[in-house]
């Protein structure tokens, strides 16, 4: 059973165009997170949600809207998609239990290359 | 803020040896964890080891074992009897010990690339 699954798994778009990635955990899990990873393999957090509500937003442009319909669910839109969007997104989920929190999970990453 | 520093781009071991990577990071915090990711081919991001900084025993993971040195901010991986499948990037990470739900984000070094002699 895959925890925390992303679809799609590549995606090639043109320049301008809107497109969509989804995640879902099966973990049970609260919290959830999308993470960047760029051409030289550097990761960095972009967003998390806490029982559907927005916690973090790292400098993120406008153009990347997270919505989190449910815990288990947490979908990325991005508009008007530019080169520079060009990169693997991982989705990851974690639970979050006062002191101690457990690990990430992430899924296995959507790569997308937009021409 | 919290930085990762990983300063080995790239480390080869032959098969059955014992490797270890080196990891660095800055936090005014005394509270964290800390963590080694392992990145394979298929881009599969895999728990490795995690180590909590108020424990003083090294965490160990079967083959994968840490030495963690707190005042010197210090979190190296050893690998040991190396195997083909230990080939992938390997990211080391930091968390803050916060219980503001959501608020845990990990911040990554750079990654190192292992790559296994046969």
């Known amino acids: 059973d895959t925890a925390v699954s992303q679809t799609p798994k590549y995606l090639v778009t043109q320049m301008g165009n809107d497109k969509s990635i989804k995640c879902e955990q099966n973990?049970?899990?609260?919290?959830m997170y999308w993470y960047k990873q760029d051409s030289k393999k550097f990761l960095k957090i972009m967003f998390s949600?806490?029982?559907?509500?927005?916690?973090i937003n790292e400098t993120v442009p406008n153009r990347f809207s997270p919505k989190s319909p449910d815990k288990a669910h947490l979908n990325l839109h991005i508009n008007s998609l530019e080169l520079g969007d060009s990169a693997v997104y991982f989705c990851?989920?974690?639970?979050?239990?006062?002191?101690?929190?457990?690990?990430?999970?992430f899924g296995n990453g959507t790569r997308l290359t937009v021409t | 803020a919290q930085t990762v520093t990983q300063s080995q781009p790239e480390m080869s071991v032959q098969e059955a040896e014992t490797v270890t990577l080196s990891c660095t990071y800055d936090t005014s915090e005394s509270d964290y964890y800390l963590f080694w990711y392992k990145q394979p081919p298929s881009r599969q991001m895999i728990l490795v080891i995690r180590q909590e900084a108020y424990k003083q025993q090294n965490a160990t993971e079967n083959r994968f074992s840490v030495n963690f040195q707190k005042a010197a901010k210090s979190f190296s991986l050893k690998i040991s009897d190396s195997q083909l499948g230990d080939a992938a990037m390997y990211f080391c990470?930091?968390?803050?010990?916060?219980?503001?739900?959501?608020?845990?984000?990990?911040?990554f070094g750079t990654g190192t690339r292992l790559t296994i002699i046969p």
């Open positions: 990470a930091y968390r803050p010990y916060i219980s503001n739900f959501g608020n845990e984000k990990l911040t």
């Open positions: 949600y806490n029982n559907k509500e927005l916690i």
């Open positions: 973990l049970g899990h609260d919290t």
């Open positions: 990851a989920s974690s639970q979050e239990a006062g002191p101690y929190n457990s690990p990430l999970h």
